[in-house]
């Protein structure tokens, strides 16, 4: 009974002592007060959370480009990024625990939650003016979401990625006394020299675990800019022209045509099906080079192996149009920053994020190219970065990645699998377009 | 009336107790949604008052239990202890089952019903086909493989002067996780293609063309391709199998071995008539185990091919279905129909540990 009072006491002083201390740690606003001729005197310590998939190098990379507007202001923007980033922002959302705000690498992911309701609309909560001034169209267009009651701006575009590029090791490329291809034809003729010199001309790969077949993806919306109308792009992009027709299957016999012929690619067939994408480019660095090649998006540099220059151990060409009517067309993708919880603190975020000088560290740092219109081509401190964004400014027409726009299903679903079926040898061309139109959603 | 209050405790003494134990419990609630910008001190205090509060609640309900009238003491001490526990579980897992089943039958928002329109896609889908093709390969393959090898090994290396160390190699790969068993695995079965300059960096490859072979793309090759998937998880449950056999063939009294000897049995008979009649128990259970190990495998399947190349599993693609592809209703209906699955190997599980007088 003793000892029972005296624990019963122990913990009654140890609650008290802790209440004592959290009622402490509860009232820091008052000095926040004191501060009132400061402009950002309401926002100062405030705490906006994001998540997305940066991670590594590329969250380094953006803490320091928002480094400046987190101290002018005193917002602390807390970034979460992880790996399994589709996986796990489902569940917070849905959990009712939604970071302020969403960075979405797939604009079709973040339709789902547009189309559930979840997602703030911009119009209501920037200065739109201000906003729409600094995009082009097409930007604008491409964040523009269905929610339940009605369209909506569902988003503003970070860091962007070109996509349409070929890169190559430039110092033997040269060496060997090759030309960079501006036309289809030219591409054509410099395979066959590669080949006639017992090279492969390509390095492709599409492993990227649970994500594999993706790289295929985004051969096949080449293809289809490159063979087909923007028209036909778009209705494919949003399931009225279905795989099964004629434009599509053309645009993936386009593709299969370099990557099933003999020799052009290196590894052959079954090759691409197991090497990862990321390894892939890998074989041009070696000594000497085992394949010339390497069709990826401008972040690919940073699965180069250390130590290689940009614009001279390697650069890139444009890929050419395969019929020269479609123009210049060029594929991008890139990071949509989507809003959850609105107050004061996160719409001067998400305005912020509309500048150019949201990414300006970043693309100084390397491997981001700005879409604000009031950034500068003289902030790419690298060659080649400033190539990829000069490439995206002086397309005919820009496309973003289709299958990131697609329903989570055949986007990232049936088009990377059945893809990968087709490339492996699984399944042939003609199982795996029908099986992608059975799994669109009605 | 006097007799039905114990000694040991008066009422106001008690009324105070658990007034302050509320008290303790909502306040500290309070304190911590208070601390949300303090994550430290929000930890700390979550820890120091969670376990704090659990363990003045315990104390507390067990005086009030144990303040109760004789008859129904022992009935309300019971539910003190046990009672939390079955909240728990009926919180953690019987509504989220029946959350499940709910979700099953609306559409892929949750929204709206469908009636069995995702039951029938998981009974009729080619890609549900394939899955469940490959969950059974892996439920007979998978076990068998693993009670069979574990068993020989347990009665092979039993009393012989390296059992320990036997053991103890053929235990080790329990300890990697199956993600991990899936990187390593996957150097074994690396391809790097055909053509020009390639070197192969796979083990398997290196073996098949040391003997002549040509290098294949063992991930790719339809069907068999299961099978080597199945072996990764032989070589990492097949230790399991066997510490648990092993020890029950030791259980096994020394006089039945001898005087089956003594009538003349030889080392055949003693294993099929003797030793294996009297592990059953045990075989069973390790089979139910690895069983169910087998129904919801994901991990392998996942990292190793992704469900590509004809390889997917029930549990991948609903994984798929619910976080890639955010169809809540047809992820449910894989669910319940996994949990359809797996509930009779779990009752027969049960029924057995009964038969043993172990849950009685």
Known sequence: ?442 | MSQRIDSKWNRSVLVALVLLTFGVLVGGFAILQNMQSYKVFMTIFAVIWGLGSVALLYFVLNAVAESMPHKIRSTAVAVVFAGPAVVMLFWALVIPTLRSLRLSFADANGNGFVSFDNYKFAFTDPIMIESFRNNLLWMVFGTSFCIITGLLIAVLADKSKAEKIFKSLIFMPMAISFVGAGVIWKFMYAYKGEGINITEIGLLNAIVTAFGGEAQAWLLLPVWNNFLLIIIMVWLQTGYAMVILSSAIKGIPDEINEAARVDGANGLTIFFRITIPYIMPTIVTVTTTILIFSLKLFDIVRVMTGGNYGTNVMANEFYLRQFTYGNSGEASAIAIVLLVVIIPVLAYNLKQFRDRKVLK
């Open chain 1, 1 to 442: 009974m003793k000892k029972i009072g005296i624990l019963i006491i122990a913990l009654l002083m140890f609650s008290t002592a802790v209440f004592a201390a959290g009622q402490k740690e509860a009232s820091p606003a008052a000095s926040e007060t004191a501060m009132a001729d400061d402009a950002y005197a309401a926002v100062r310590g405030k705490v906006v959370t994001m998540a997305g998939p940066f991670v590594d190098n590329d969250a380094i990379k953006f803490e320091q480009s928002v480094k400046s507007f987190e101290e002018m202001t005193g917002i602390d923007i807390q970034y979460e990024g992880s790996k399994e980033f589709e996986a796990s922002i489902g569940i917070s959302i849905e959990g009712g625990n939604a970071p302020d705000i969403v960075d979405f690498p797939q604009p079709g992911l973040l339709n789902n939650f547009v189309a559930k309701g979840y997602v703030i609309d911009l119009n209501k909560v920037l200065d739109m003016e201000k906003v729409k001034s600094n995009y082009i169209q097409s930007w604008l267009d491409m964040a523009t979401m269905e929610s339940p009651d009605g369209p909506i701006m569902a988003g503003l575009w970070g860091r962007v990625n070109g996509k349409s590029l070929v890169w190559y090791n430039k110092k033997e490329f040269d060496a060997a006394g090759y030309k960079v291809p501006t036309t289809w034809a030219e591409l054509v003729s410099l395979q066959k020299m590669i080949i006639s010199d017992g090279d492969s001309p390509w390095a492709v790969g599409i492993e990227s675990g649970a994500a594999t077949g993706w790289a295929a993806t985004d051969w096949v919306e080449e293809m289809m800019l490159r063979t087909t109308s923007l028209e036909n792009y778009d209705k494919w992009v949003s399931g009225e022209l279905k795989f099964d027709s004629p434009e599509v299957r053309g645009a993936i016999e386009t593709m299969a045509s370099i990557w099933f012929a003999d020799g052009m690619v290196y590894g052959g067939r079954k090759g691409i099906a197991t090497t990862s994408f990321g390894d892939a480019p890998k074989v041009m660095f070696e000594k000497p080079p085992k394949a010339w090649l390497h069709k990826q998006g401008n972040f690919i540099t940073s699965f180069f192996p250390d130590n290689l220059k940009a614009g001279e151990d390697y650069d890139f060409f444009y890929l050419p149009s395969v019929d020269p009517q479609y123009g210049k067309p060029v594929l991008v993708a890139g990071d949509i920053y989507a809003m959850f919880n609105d107050r004061p603190e996160v719409r001067m975020v998400m305005q912020y994020f509309a500048t150019g000088a949201s990414v300006e560290g970043w693309v100084k740092a390397g491997g981001a190219i700005s879409p604000h219109k009031d950034s500068q081509l003289s902030w790419y401190t690298n060659i080649v970065d400033r190539k990829v964004a000069e490439v995206i400014q002086n397309a005919t027409s820009v496309r973003f990645d289709g299958s990131d726009l697609m329903p989570g299903q055949v986007g990232a679903g049936s088009f990377w699998k059945e893809m990968t079926d087709y490339v492996s040898g699984t399944k042939t061309l003609d199982q795996a377009v029908k099986a992608i139109d059975a799994s669109w959603p009605e």
